[in-house]
């Protein structure tokens, strides 16, 4: 038995999103529980799921994951609530987005350009980090 992790997956490109559950799924140790395109449902629905790590792309219907990543947070901060770690995902990588990704408090940043198994394990290591940024200062930076 593994570590059991519960995934959010958050695309807004449907092919990419049902391929990223197909690999996380065949994991044993990892799950798949929620599933969304667009910022503003993901926002309604992210809080209410019990979710370890939060997989987000950049790309989404109605926003980017950048922003809905920093909401998300915000809201958890508000609702004193866990917040699960987040692995902000692209379609290529730059220094802005890897930037723009820390910022918004993501643990690591995969892109499409990097092998399934780097999504797996920024997703396993993101889990088992002992210390998570601390939010509240990067709320008020």
């Known amino acids: 038995m593994g570590l059991d992790l519960r995934i959010g997956l958050i695309d807004g490109d449907d092919d990419i999103r049902f391929g990223r559950r197909q690999i996380i799924d065949s994991q044993d140790d990892l799950k798949v529980v929620l599933e969304d395109s667009a910022v503003e449902t993901s926002f309604a629905r992210v809080p209410e799921a019990l979710i370890d790590v939060l997989v987000i792309d950049h790309r989404l219907r109605g926003g980017d994951g950048i922003s809905l990543a920093t909401k998300l947070i915000s809201k958890y901060l508000d609702d004193n609530a866990k917040i699960p770690t987040i692995v902000m ?43 998570q940024p601390n939010y509240q200062t990067l709320r008020e930076f």
């Open 89 to 131: 995902t692209g379609s290529y990588f730059s220094e802005e987005l890897r930037l723009a990704s820390m910022r918004a408090g993501a643990a690591d940043l995969v892109t499409q350009d990097q092998t399934p198994e780097s999504l797996l394990r920024a997703i396993r290591l993101s889990a088992t980090k002992q210390e």
